[in-house]
């Protein structure tokens, strides 16, 4: 004690806290500087990444360009400029698309606006590039130009496509950027604006970005650019404005608080010697006052005892029973659960209490409330309302079921006869339920409906209990009813599959049908999926029915066999609960193999929120089946999380683009973007597209004019049963009005 209170003391302090003030600066401004190189680094690789994929994108492009001039020798000048105009549109990018003969010298060429002085010029122009090209006729490989100034001006770069190769070559499809249009194209105005880029080839600088920018002089990146044909490297370098937007003013800010800590706490040593003598005075009437605060609780606790229970019977009184019902519901609301009240009431109370005294009927009352208590837990308040009146509150109810349990166990309470003043005595209880929010949405009317439903037990006998609301009974009961029907609809043989066409819009053929279930229910008649599904899902009966669709499936190709309808591919719809079973692959092979039909023939639809759903289980699952040879088909795309990341991962055949999107693709101009921009990304990942909910020729031809693969939707056929399907697809019923002339 006598060294803290040492006047050098503070001073040692101060000491202290200014050497950790000084050293946490220093660590924290490395820190930040090795932060600031972290990122620079990221934002190259961001850089790189996307020049690579988007170079890679366009390099197939043009590819794919000169492939389709090889396939067709016949292709004429102005079909060609068409194309390279819907490649000129599509990607935006190129400042020409141009046609060079085998002699390398440019014959056609799209745009020609801006672009004349091109056309007829030797693009072999000197001994290097004509190796380069020599090559690549002879190989058939690409070749890039590398960075070089166009002769239309400024700085770009060629991508040369060879059409053939070797004695067949026809030539090459030319690519031409500008080297400003594609930074534009590739780069964010974030990126632009923060950083200075240059582009080296083989060591040389070919391209800068941003000159005048003025740079920060400690900090840049250098990185290979992984592209083919190519020795590039990018240097990144930030701007100053960048970098000081990145470094933390924690640093600083640390350095002076610590400081002002070091001041405060050289100044508290010197009060602590008041505070000591201080705090003795304090301890000791803290203690007086703790003392008076314990005396305080306990009559506070002792009178809201008596103020929310009933002196007779040591239950909650009504007054607390009626303020927590209140809460309890507005908990409920919130949590979107059901509360149930019960009110009983004994039977022959008053007869027994006139009778034999008011004392027996009070000791009964003790009696009965000792039973009824020990229900009592979390989720159930036992009261004593008057009379010979007591209320349950059962919170968290999920569904009937665990209310008849409670009435249950309420019932059981009486089972037993009770012994009062040396009798015993046998009583039985009536009840009365009201189920928030069915019954009520407030306490006095869920009270209210409990009294009614009370009473009309009594009406019809003692000894039972009644629902006030008897909606909701006939509800529950006809789900329990449908629920013991679904049990026995397998055995029964009461399923059965209806199929909607998908049309190619390539070749206008039928190629696919999608499998839709129905139940032939004896009573109710054909239920359509929305009114077992759900039922099925939570009684755990969806994997027997999803593996008696696959079933079903498989039987309907084996039938189909050395029919017209041989050809046809049927998708079937999975539920996350069946992807989850880990035989799921294994009875699609039983099945197929049972059938002896080939895995190619049957397809699997999964709703795009099911996919990202535990997401390893769900690749390992898919993986197997794209092994077996199914194909695999992500439903109602778009409406959910729409990550590309699992189109990547996952090994996808087909992509069905909600209906929402279709239904006015072709009033909507969003819906149209959308459309167009799902359409283009699954065919660059070699993906192909089905539209669902396909109604009217305008939406019908829009998709074909962007490229759909398929079309789905009532304009071609509803779901109709397989009988149905082969009479229309031999009577060429579904055909009728999609015609070439209409687009197809």
């Not at 703790?290 to 007054?319: H, M, P, V, Y």
């Not at 209880?429 to 306490?443: E, F």
């Not at 189109?647 to 996808?652: T, Y």
């Not at 009217?696 to 056929?717: D, V």
């Amino acid at each position: 004690m006598s060294g803290l209170l040492s006047p050098a003391f503070p001073v040692v302090i101060f000491l202290i806290f200014l050497g950790l003030a000084g050293g946490l600066y220093y660590g924290l401004t490395q820190q930040d500087r090795n932060q600031i190189q972290s990122n620079l680094e990221n934002e190259a690789v961001a850089t790189i990444n996307n020049l690579n994929r988007e170079i890679r994108i366009y390099t197939d492009a043009i590819r794919r360009m000169a492939r389709r001039m090889d396939d067709d020798p016949s292709l004429t000048r102005e079909q060609w400029r068409q194309d390279a105009r819907n490649y000129l549109e599509d990607f935006g990018v190129y400042q020409a698309i141009e046609w060079i003969d085998p002699s390398f010298v440019i014959r056609w060429l799209e745009p020609v606006s801006g672009n004349e002085e091109v056309l007829g010029f030797n693009v072999a122009f000197n001994q290097q590039r004509r190796l380069a090209l020599e090559r690549s006729k002879r190989t058939g490989e690409l070749d890039l130009s590398g960075i070089i100034e166009l002769h239309q001006g400024g700085k770009g770069m060629v991508i040369y496509a060879p059409v053939d190769s070797g004695a067949d070559n026809n030539g090459f499809i030319a690519g031409v950027f500008r080297m400003d249009v594609i930074a534009r194209q590739l780069l964010t105005n974030r990126v632009i604006d923060a950083f200075q880029i240059e582009l080296y080839e083989q060591g040389e600088l070919k391209y800068q970005l941003n000159e005048s920018l003025p740079v920060h002089p400690h900090f840049s990146v250098r990185r290979t650019v992984d592209i083919p044909a190519t020795d590039w490297e990018l240097v990144l370098r930030p701007s100053r404005n960048w970098v000081n937007q990145q470094y933390s003013r924690w640093p600083a800010l640390t350095f002076f608080t610590f400081l002002i800590m070091g001041v405060l706490t050289s100044l508290t040593t010197l009060l602590v010697q008041l505070i000591l003598k201080r705090n003795r005075a304090l301890l000791k009437t803290r203690r007086e006052l703790d003392e008076e605060i314990e005396q305080r609780t306990a009559i506070q606790k002792d009178l809201a005892r008596l103020e929310s229970t009933d002196t007779l019977t040591g239950l909650a009184n009504r007054r607390f029973f009626m303020e927590d019902l209140s809460h309890t519901l507005n908990i409920a609301d919130r949590q979107m659960r059901q509360v149930a009240l019960v009110m009983l009431d004994l039977d022959r109370f008053q007869t027994l209490n006139d009778s034999l005294g008011h004392q027996f009927g009070d000791e009964l009352l003790i009696k009965v409330s000792e039973r009824l208590n020990r229900l009592s837990n979390e989720r159930l308040l036992v009261a004593y309302s008057g009379g010979d009146e007591f209320m349950f509150c059962q919170q968290q109810v999920d569904d009937i079921d665990d209310i008849i349990h409670l009435l249950g166990q309420i019932k059981q309470c009486f089972d037993q006869p009770f012994s009062v003043q040396g009798q015993s005595h046998s009583i039985t209880a009536t009840m009365g339920v009201a189920v928030y929010p069915q019954s009520g949405l407030d306490s006095d009317t869920l009270l209210r409906n409990a009294d009614i439903a009370l009473y009309r037990a009594k009406e019809q006998g003692r000894n039972t209990y009644q629902f006030y609301t008897e909606g909701m009974q006939e509800r529950e009961v006809m789900r329990l009813e449908l629920d013991k029907d679904l049990s026995q609809a397998l055995a029964n043989n009461e399923f059965v599959l209806f199929y909607q066409p998908q049309l190619n819009l390539d070749t206008g053929e039928m190629q696919s049908v999608e499998a839709l279930i129905r139940w032939r229910h004896p009573r109710r008649g054909l239920l359509p999926p929305v009114e077992f599904i759900p039922l099925a899902e939570e009684s755990g009966r969806i994997t027997d029915i999803g593996r008696w669709v696959v079933m079903a499936a498989c039987r309907q190709l084996a039938a189909w066999k050395g029919t017209p309808q041989e050809g046809l591919r049927i998708a079937v719809n999975l539920s996350g609960r069946e992807l989850d079973d880990e035989d799921l692959v294994d009875h699609i092979r039983e099945a197929l193999a049972a059938e002896n039909v080939p895995a190619d023939r049957l397809e699997v639809e999964l709703t795009e929120e099911i996919f990202i759903q535990n997401i390893e289980h769900n690749r390992n699952q898919l993986s197997r089946l794209h092994q077996l040879g199914v194909h695999l088909a992500i439903d109602d795309f778009g409406v959910g999380y729409s990550s590309l990341g699992y189109l990547r991962d996952f090994p996808v055949d087909l992509l069905k683009i909600d209906r929402s999107f279709i239904t006015e693709v072709t009033e909507r101009h969003d819906d149209a973007v959308i459309t167009r921009a799902v359409i283009n990304l699954a065919h660059n990942l070699g993906i192909e597209v089905v539209a669902e909910g396909v109604e009217t020729e305008e939406q019908l031809s829009f998709l074909k004019n962007h490229r759909c693969n398929f079309a789905q939707g009532y304009l071609i056929s509803r779901p109709i049963p397989v009988a149905d399907l082969e009479q229309a697809l031999a009577s060429g019923v579904l055909m009728a009005g999609i015609t070439a002339d209409s687009g197809l």
